[in-house]
Nanobody, 124 residues
Framework: QVQLVESGGGLVQAGGSLRLSCAAS????????MGWFRQTPGKEREFVAT????????NYQDSVKGRFTISRDNAKNTLYLQMNSLKPEDTAVYYC?????????????????WGQGTQVTVSS
């Protein structure tokens, strides 16, 4: 069983930056594609970014391209999301997720493991 624990959320002003981390347990982290999703009340969970098991391939939602960067440190079993130039519309609970496969995905249903989420609030 893989456990994922997010950290790094908080309150930030528009234009500011935050770095989310996701610590993963288990021995299969380096062979698992990972992703970040976000959700606001009353809306479906939304894809943000994904990264392959090796870290060589990434993909982003259009609205965060150029502002967010997903990365991973397989030696530390940790996933990151660097968020710059934050906007009020980025306010959400952010979740990290893991797949059983090496290739990334933008579809939430293709992820087997989920963290508990961390709140990000961007004030205007």
């Amino acid at each position: 069983q893989v456990q994922l624990v997010e950290s790094g959320g908080g309150l930030v002003q528009a234009g500011g930056s935050l770095r989310l981390s996701c610590a993963a347990s288990g021995r299969t982290f380096s062979t698992s594609a990972m992703g970040w999703f976000r959700q606001t009340p009353g809306k479906e969970r939304e894809f943000v970014a994904t990264i392959s098991g090796s870290g060589g391939n990434t993909n982003y939602q259009d609205s965060v391209k150029g502002r967010f960067t997903i990365s991973r440190d397989n030696a530390k079993n940790t996933l990151y999301l660097q968020m710059n130039s934050l906007k009020p519309e980025d306010t959400a609970v952010y979740y990290c997720a893991g797949r059983r496969y090496r290739s990334g995905s933008s579809y939430a249903y293709e992820y087997a493991y989920w963290g508990q989420g961390t709140q990000v609030t961007v004030s205007s």
